[in-house]
Each structure stands twice: as structure tokens, then as C-alpha cells.
């Protein structure tokens, strides 16, 4: 890897995790920075989220799926330290797995389609990731309380962590990208 190409992994890395750091500041104060609380979504995700982007953007398959599979595993480590079950894989599996495949479809027709202005693309991330982290934590609360739908209530909640994380994680990769651009 070429240390151009490094930095830029970095900076996009950063950038993507600052932008949904700054959102989960402004809705959710400083309870983000908690491990045990629901609101650390916003600096897990927003990382985990904008590493995966920059491996889209700077480095070949291959990587990106080892970039994928180690994000799960520190995951696994982080969240469950020693009492690793199937239920804990699944979870993040499909967890992240929503995460990686928002970012994917965003990176793929979003972020190449250059009639989508900067910044409203941030808005399409945040309408994807939506609407697949609904559906992963449905599935994922389905398998653990044994086929009951979740309360609309939850279903809200996890609709509004999943916009608000993805609008985060766009605005951050998006301002570093229009600066870049700008300085070409």
C-alpha cells in the first residue's frame, strides 16, 4: 500500500467517524461515549462505517472483505468479552452486516452517480442505512424473542439511530471528499 493511499484511508476513517460523532453529540449528548449504552452506536458504527468506505474507495475486494471480517471480531471482543454465543455472531453479523451493505449500495450508485450533488448524498446513506438497520435489528429481535414483532416504539428508536448514523457518517466522508476536491 502506498502511504498516499494509507493517509487517505485515515482521513476518510476519521472524517466519516467525526461527522457521526458530532450527530450522536447533538441528539444524544455525551452519552455516546458510554460502551454499555445504546448511544455508542455512533462512534462504533460511525468508525466501523467510514473504514469500510475508505477500503471501498482505495483498496481491492480481497482486502475489503478481510477489513470486514476483522471489524466483526473486534466487534465479537469489544461487546461480548468472554461470553461469546451464536446468539452474539448473529447479532453482528447481521448488525454489521446491514452497516457494510448500506455502505456498499451508497458507494456503489450514490457516491458514482455525479448528479447527486455533495451533501444530499449524505441523506441517501442516511435513507439506506435507515431502513437496513430496521430491518437487522427486526430480524435480529425476532430470533432472540422467539417470532414476536417488536413494538412500533422500537421500531422507531432503530430507524432514528440508523438515519441519524448514516447522515453522519455521509456528512463526514462527503466534507472530506468536496475539500479534497476543491484543493485538485
Do not use: W
Amino acid at each position: 500500500m502506498k502511504s498516499k493511499e494509507i493517509l487517505q484511508i485515515i482521513l476518510i476513517t476519521f472524517f466519516g467517524m467525526l461527522g457521526c460523532v458530532l450527530i450522536g453529540l447533538i441528539f444524544y449528548n455525551s452519552s455516546i461515549f458510554i460502551t454499555t449504552r445504546t448511544d455508542f452506536q455512533f462512534v462504533a458504527a460511525g468508525f466501523y462505517g467510514a473504514l469500510f468506505f475508505s477500503f471501498l474507495e482505495y483498496r481491492p475486494v480481497r482486502e475489503q472483505i478481510l477489513v470486514m471480517i476483522i471489524i466483526l471480531i473486534m466487534n465479537l471482543i469489544i461487546f461480548t468479552g468472554k461470553s461469546l454465543s451464536t446468539a452474539y455472531i448473529i447479532r453482528d453479523v447481521l448488525y454489521l452486516g446491514g452497516l457494510f451493505l448500506s455502505i456498499k449500495l451508497y458507494h456503489q450508485f450514490i457516491k458514482k452517480n455525479p448528479k447527486v450533488k455533495y451533501y444530499l448524498r449524505s441523506f441517501a446513506l442516511a435513507l439506506i442505512y435507515g431502513l437496513l438497520n430496521v430491518a437487522s435489528v427486526t430480524i435480529i429481535y425476532i430470533i432472540n424473542a422467539n417470532a414476536n414483532i417488536p413494538p412500533v416504539s422500537f421500531i422507531f428508536a432503530i430507524a432514528r439511530y440508523g438515519i441519524l448514523i448514516g447522515l453522519g457518517i455521509g456528512l463526514g466522508i462527503d466534507f472530506y471528499l468536496q475539500n479534497i476536491k476543491q484543493k485538485s
